[in-house]
């Protein structure tokens, strides 16, 4: 999405730490949304956000910051399996009152041994 | 397993052909939407139903794109004289809103991969 931005690609070592920026623009925020992509396979939903703050859940945290329109998504303890592409999608309530979803272009993130 | 279906997996077709595609979605999911995208970037939203009424249609949504959720269960999104532009993952997703729940979160299908050639 044009409003949203993320970067492209990132590299870890197996057991690190990666952390996922997302920035946004939009007048009618209302809940920031992190999911995960394996190839050729389904986005699933991994954490969302709607107020300030950090969110755990296992490995993976999410952080948001409404003043900034910035999130990250931190995965801790890096696992081959974590390989995946990383999407941000923002819903916004500006053009209609039902809450589309945005994506951006999604982080690959590239686990080595 | 009671996700979000896709059928077909795969669809190689030739420019100007016809093809449909079904989303089965998670069966108390009352909003249904169809998504494409392409290598490289994060899904574009087409369109979206709540229920059997199809509610908005994305500026993507070209006149030969049509979809359909007849009974506010199942749908299946039409793609006429399919051009290579086409050329996508066409996925869908599900989910339930009811008053009171903010989430509303999408469930996805593994989607529809189409080749035009």
């Known amino acids: 999405g044009q409003n949203i931005d993320q970067p492209t690609e990132m590299t870890a070592t197996e057991g690190a730490i990666v952390q996922i920026n997302c920035t946004y623009q939009?007048?009618?925020?209302?809940?920031l949304f992190w999911y995960q992509q394996h190839a050729g396979e389904a986005p699933t939903f991994l954490s969302y956000n709607v107020l300030d703050g950090l969110e755990e859940k296992g490995r993976f945290s999410s952080f948001l910051s409404r003043s900034k329109g910035y999130s990250y998504l931190l995965l801790k303890e890096l696992q081959m399996k974590d390989s995946a592409s990383y999407l941000c999608?923002?819903?916004?309530?500006?053009?209609?009152?039902?809450?589309?979803?945005?994506f951006g272009a999604g982080t690959q993130v590239v686990v080595t041994p | 397993d009671t996700g979000v279906s896709q059928d077909p997996r795969h669809k190689i077709t030739k420019r100007g052909q016809n093809v449909t595609f079904r989303c089965d979605p998670i069966?108390?999911?009352?909003?249904l939407y169809w998504y494409r995208q392409t290598l490289g970037q994060g899904p574009e939203f087409l369109t979206y139903?709540?229920?059997?009424?199809?509610?908005?249609k994305s500026r993507l949504l070209s006149d030969r794109f049509s979809a359909e959720r007849p009974k506010g269960s199942f749908s299946t999104l039409e793609i006429q004289r399919t051009e290579q532009g086409d050329s996508a993952m066409y996925l869908c997703?599900?989910?339930?809103?009811?008053?009171?729940?903010?989430?509303?979160?999408?469930?996805f299908g593994a989607g529809t991969r189409l080749s035009v050639l």
């Open positions: 069966s108390e999911h009352n909003r």
């Open positions: 997703a599900s989910s339930l809103q009811t008053a009171g729940v903010a989430k509303n979160i999408q469930y």
């Open positions: 999608a923002v819903r916004d309530l500006t053009t209609d009152s039902w809450g589309k979803f945005q």
């Open positions: 139903f709540q229920n059997e009424a199809q509610l908005e």
């Open positions: 939009t007048s009618g925020f209302n809940g």
